[in-house]
């Protein structure tokens, strides 16, 4: 059975251990040589003796703000596709604002202060995804304003 990432190993992706080489050797280590990447939920870090919520967690931003290399392991929560792609608006040590994308199903996530909203299209909240898109449409490719999932400004018009 895959467990997921640990807390300790999640938090040390803030070091600057490359994130492949830890999920690598996280995955050897608990897994028996199986792949964790499909399996990985960003919202929970899983250890033996317990479920921990990363919101429940004192200094959560701090210690999980977007930062370019939790690309490494994200993967799309709709159809598990990885690589995602990141277009980033605005960064600082952490990305701030931003968009990450699934070229499998079109689907994108917004990165709003510094958090990557990774939700099924279910609990997506149009009246707060299409304000996204039409703020920073200048940045966006045409393809996602036009085509993008769960919401888009073509089928908003």
């Not at 709003?112 to 299409?130: Q, V």
Request: net charge negative; hydrophobic share 35%.
């Amino acid at each position: 059975m895959v467990s997921g990432i640990s807390l300790d190993d999640f938090i040390g992706l803030a070091s600057d251990e490359p994130v492949n080489d830890r999920a690598q050797n996280y995955a050897l280590r608990s897994t028996g040589g199986q792949d964790i990447r499909n399996h990985y939920d960003p919202h929970v870090a899983r250890s033996k003796s317990k479920t921990v919520y990363f919101s429940d967690l004192p200094h959560f931003r701090e210690v999980t703000g977007m930062k370019r290399k939790l690309m490494d392991i994200l993967a799309c929560p709709i159809d598990k596709f990885y690589p995602l792609e990141l277009l980033v608006f605005e960064e600082g040590d952490e990305v701030s604002s931003g968009l990450i994308t699934c070229p499998k199903c079109g689907r994108w996530f917004p990165i709003i202060d510094e958090i990557p909203h990774m939700l099924p299209d279910e609990l997506r909240e149009k009246n707060e995804d299409l304000p996204f898109l039409q703020k920073w449409k200048s940045r966006i490719p045409e393809k996602t304003l036009k085509e993008g999932r769960p919401f888009n400004l073509q089928a908003s018009s």
